[in-house]
């Protein structure tokens, strides 16, 4: 059905994002003019901040961070340590590292002025086939498709695609319908409609099919299969990772250490943690430092997408030892000052209550 009349599904939509869409920091504010384009700085942070996480969640980190570093140029000279602990909260850390290390590629070999392709786009760190589109249409109206979560739903829907969307011939496809829908001009508007669309109405719930502005060209609701539609990934088994952490205190300070510089929470800092063993042993549990009156505090359960941890959480007092590389004492009060992983946000909550 959508093939008949694409002219006609373009106009609909974008008529119903311009009454209906969301005022988000990043976009270009209602009352501009007609064609004003975004910051394309704005689109950047947005981006890297938007994939996997939801939009309520982002909007008071992109507010905090552009406050903080206001300009590529800015995050470009920020130290990775600050730019982690504007993100801390938001997860998925290794955005934040790809996003400093894109405005440091931008900034020394591309004068400071974010590529229009989506060639170039692909170049800077952190940046796939959809974020480039996105930057690349929205920033700068350049007709380039994207394919997100919203947007494979709402073209699923669209053309009643049954087969699984993650497997690469059905991806293929999509992306190549995400191509054909796009008009010449205000690619950008279209892209965002797209995702608006499936971010407030065509939901992966309950979506309000009544409310769609494109109902009538969705195979999908006229078969009444849109509730089943598009078809859910199979849920994998998720390992459990445990963990004993030692909140080690002398006097007002407490020992923190910093996590290498690659993995998950890459140079972010932390209570000291160990694997699990079998049992405690005060001596032994922490290398470097003798722990004494070892007690328990409670538990902190973390999931991730791929899997769980599970911390055992202890006090433990100890003599303070000299600064060791990658571990130092701190007040609890400082530790505000250190970008933390969030279960060691809410292990620092749990011994401010304690």
């Known amino acids: 059905m ?3 009349d694409l002219p006609r599904f373009r106009r609909l939509l974008l008529a ?52 903080a570093l206001p300009t590529i140029e800015a995050l470009a000279r920020a130290d990775e340590q600050v730019v982690l602990r504007l993100w801390q909260g938001l997860g998925y850390y290794s955005r934040a590292r790809n996003l400093h290390a894109a405005a440091r590629m931008v900034v020394g070999e591309m004068r400071g002025e974010l590529p229009r392709s989506v060639e170039a786009l ?16 929205i920033a700068f109206d350049e007709r380039a498709p994207i394919l997100d979560g919203n947007v494979i739903r709402v073209l699923c829907r669209l053309d009643k695609v049954e087969a699984d969307p993650r497997t690469p011939a059905v991806t293929a496809r999509l992306w190549q319908r995400a191509e054909e829908v796009l008009p010449r001009k205000r690619v950008g508007d279209f ?44 849920p994998k088994p998720r390992p459990l990772l445990r963990r004993w952490t030692f909140c080690v205190r002398h006097g007002d300070r407490y ?28 001596a032994r549990s922490l290398p470097g430092v003798a722990l004494r009156d ?5 538990e902190v359960a973390h999931g991730l997408t ?35 992983p969030r279960p060691h946000i809410r292990i620092a909550a749990m011994l401010a209550t304690a």
């Open 16 to 67: 119903w994002y311009a009454r209906h869409r969301r005022d988000l920091p990043w976009r270009v504010a209602p009352a501009a003019p007609r064609g004003a384009a975004p910051e394309p700085y704005h689109v950047l942070l947005s981006e890297a901040m938007l994939q996997q996480t939801q939009v309520a969640a982002v909007v008071p980190y992109f507010l905090r961070f552009l406050e």
């Open 294 to 298: 070892v007690r328990p505090l409670g």
């Open 2 to 4: 959508l093939k008949d």
């Open 255 to 282: 020992l923190i250490e910093q996590r290498p510089a690659k993995g998950r929470w890459a140079s972010m800092w932390q209570f000291p943690t160990v694997e699990a063993g079998e049992a405690i042993d005060p």
């Open 191 to 234: 892209n965002s409609a797209l995702m608006e669309l499936g971010a407030t109405v065509c939901t992966p719930r309950g979506p309000k099919c009544l409310l769609c502005p494109v109902r009538a060209f969705c195979e999908a609701q006229a078969a009444g299969a849109a509730e089943r539609l598009p078809l859910a990934a199979k």
């Open 306 to 340: 791929h899997r769980e941890y599970h911390f055992a959480v202890y006090t433990a007092a100890a003599d303070r030892t000299a600064d060791m590389p990658g571990r130092t004492w701190v007040e609890l009060a400082g530790l505000g000052a250190y970008p933390l």
């Open 122 to 137: 692909l170049r800077l760190p952190g940046v796939g086939r959809y974020t480039a589109g996105a930057i690349a249409s």
